[in-house]
């Protein structure tokens, strides 16, 4: 089993919809969780960053964890062309001496105008 | 803003030659990376340092050396390139725990082996 698991997509939807992207992870040590989005032919930009369980938002962008079922989701409301991208998710272990970071392998998500 | 710039965005090299891709950070890090990314594989860790002159193998270090000699700079060398070497290289940056090991990207650099 792959340490984080994401679906690759792609992921089409109309503008204005919801985009609902997840991953999941085997890990029970992780606390740390993010997300990532990368333009095409450039590098990943931080996009959320989570700490251990709940829900953070920030604008149209939504970060959930839980810990329990070792799922995090992020959620874009009224989704618009800009949107589109891939979404990387990304998790870490607490602790000095755990730099590496576990990535999903992202998920590639277009919005129609 | 972080910072992480990387110095040549598209390279073509022959096999065999030496290559160095070059990685400057602004904000003091101690934590750097570089990774290469490839369709259906996802983003790979080549090699990362956590201070200067230390380095430790990532997941993918075969065919690839790294230099640390000041903080800020981070260098990919491929001794010999070869054609599975043609990726997207990335370099990162982080505080490390201290900020949740969120770690910050560079551009990315685009190497063509032929």
């Known amino acids: 089993q792959k340490e984080v698991e994401q679906d690759p997509g792609p992921l089409s939807v109309p503008e204005g919809a919801i985009v609902s992207l997840n991953c999941t992870y085997s890990n029970s040590a992780f606390q740390y969780f993010m997300w990532y989005r990368q333009y095409s032919r450039k590098g990943p930009e931080l996009l959320m960053y989570t700490y251990s369980s709940g829900n953070k938002e920030d604008g149209r962008f939504t970060a959930q964890v839980d810990k329990s079922s070792k799922y995090i989701s992020l959620f874009i409301r009224d989704s618009q062309p800009s949107d589109s991208a891939t979404y990387l998710c990304a998790m870490s272990e607490p602790g000095d001496g755990n730099n590496r970071l576990a990535f999903g392998k992202g998920n590639q998500v277009v919005v129609i105008p | 803003d972080v910072k992480v710039t990387q110095s040549s965005r598209y390279l073509v090299k022959r096999t065999g030659e030496k290559v160095f891709l070059e990685c400057v950070q602004d904000?003091?890090?101690?934590?750097m990376f570089w990774y290469r990314q490839d369709p259906g594989l996802g983003l790979r860790l080549i090699y990362f340092?956590?201070?200067?002159?230390?380095?430790e193998k990532g997941d993918i270090p075969e065919g690839y050396s790294v230099s640390r000699e000041k903080k800020e700079r981070f260098s990919l060398i491929l001794e010999s390139a070869s054609t599975n070497q043609t990726s997207m290289y990335l370099c990162?940056?982080?505080?490390?725990?201290?900020?949740?090991?969120?770690?910050?990207f560079g551009e990315g650099s685009w190497l063509t082996v032929v």
């Open positions: 340092s956590y201070d200067v002159k230390m380095k």
């Open positions: 904000m003091d890090h101690e934590n």
């Open positions: 990162a940056s982080s505080f490390g725990f201290r900020s949740g090991n969120t770690i910050y």
